[in-house]
């Protein structure tokens, strides 16, 4: 008999503005970004075992398995759970990796949420979001799966409502590391901090931008391509990009024009995640 995996969602992100506002002691950087979660998703399977076995079905490619975040967040959570918890743990990538719209971060974090229910560990949102924690700062975000306004290191969360608009994200075909980007000695770091509660798109940027622009030719063009149609920025540390629509059949008709050389896709953006709306949490 054909064995039962369970599929849940695995949304994407976009940072809609990222503000550097000084550095921690431990070299990690003080942030403030808005998170807006997206319709678009990786789907993460299950297949729960008694026999304390936890393992990838099929590998990502250039992702040895023991570095696989649904790996190590599974692996994390087993410490929470009863003896002889094992699952088998599928993925199906539609969200492109190292892209900076934190498919690796919220694969993390759909394993820890689902895991949580399966292997009846009973940890509440708050326990969850810190073990994400010690596996990437944009994982916390995703357990939470409300679209956020975020400080401290991206783990410091205050849920907004934003309206529900449409982005084009666009992805060159270059991997920018995020450990590189924050190590530049050109990286901005003392923008000052805004009140969120008056936040305005234009008023608003990406620190890592610039920097990215400058040492990614590819991201450059197509940011100033993008922004003859609309208002266009870089998420996170790149190398995605996204432009902003009031309208799916606008954003669609720039999808349509958008060179080869770039991969890309249409999504709305959503208050809250689609994992959380599945399990009803
Ligand atoms: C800056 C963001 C915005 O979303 O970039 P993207 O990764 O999405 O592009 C994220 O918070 C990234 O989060 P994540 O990708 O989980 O980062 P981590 O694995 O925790 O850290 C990768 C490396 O980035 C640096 N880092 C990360 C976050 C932060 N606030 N300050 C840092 O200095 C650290 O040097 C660390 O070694
Ligand atoms: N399940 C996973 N999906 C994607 N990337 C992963 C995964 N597990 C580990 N990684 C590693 O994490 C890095 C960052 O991945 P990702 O979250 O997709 O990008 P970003 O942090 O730029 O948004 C990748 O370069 C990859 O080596």
């Known amino acids: 008999m054909a064995k039962k995996i369970s599929w849940y969602p695995s949304p994407a992100k976009l940072n809609l503005f990222l503000h550097i506002t000084g550095r921690y002691e431990n070299g990690y950087h003080q942030l403030q970004s808005l998170f807006q979660l997206l319709d678009k998703s990786d789907e993460i399977g299950f297949d729960i075992n008694a026999n304390s076995d936890i393992k990838i079905a099929e590998q ?5 398995e023991h570095e696989n975040l ?3 967040a599974a692996m994390a959570l087993k410490a929470y759970a009863p003896q002889r918890s094992g ?3 599928h993925i199906k990538k539609c969200l492109p990796i190292g892209g900076g719209i ?4 919220s694969n993390a974090a759909t394993v820890l949420v689902v895991l949580n229910q399966l292997w009846h ?4 949102t708050e326990a969850l979001a810190k073990i ?3 596996l990437g700062a944009d994982v ?5 799966g409300n679209t956020a306004f975020a400080e401290g290191v991206g783990d410091v969360l205050l849920p907004t409502l934003r309206p529900e608009k449409w982005y084009l994200v666009a992805t060159p075909n270059v991997s920018i590391s995020t450990k590189e980007i924050f190590t530049s000695v050109d990286l901005p770091r003392n923008t000052p901090k805004i009140d969120v509660k008056t936040y305005r798109f234009e008023e608003t940027h990406n620190d890592c931008q610039t920097l990215v622009e400058k040492t990614h030719k590819d991201v450059a063009n197509l940011l100033r391509w993008l922004l003859h149609y609309a208002p266009s920025r870089m998420t996170g540390t790149g190398a995605s990009v996204f432009a902003v629509f009031d309208a799916k059949e606008n954003a669609d008709k720039v999808l349509h024009l958008l060179p080869d050389c770039y991969a890309g896709f249409v999504a709305k953006g959503v208050n809250r995640s689609g994992l ?4 009803g949490i």
Request: glycine share 16%; hydrophobic share 40%.
């Open 132 to 134: 994400g924690l010690t």
């Open 140 to 144: 916390p975000i995703f357990v939470h």
């Open 102 to 105: 934190g498919g690796g971060s």
């Open 121 to 124: 560990c009973n940890l509440d």
């Open 70 to 72: 649904v790996y190590r």
């Open 60 to 64: 990502l490619s250039g992702v040895p």
């Open 87 to 89: 699952c088998a743990l």
């Open 276 to 279: 959380h709306i599945a399990l």
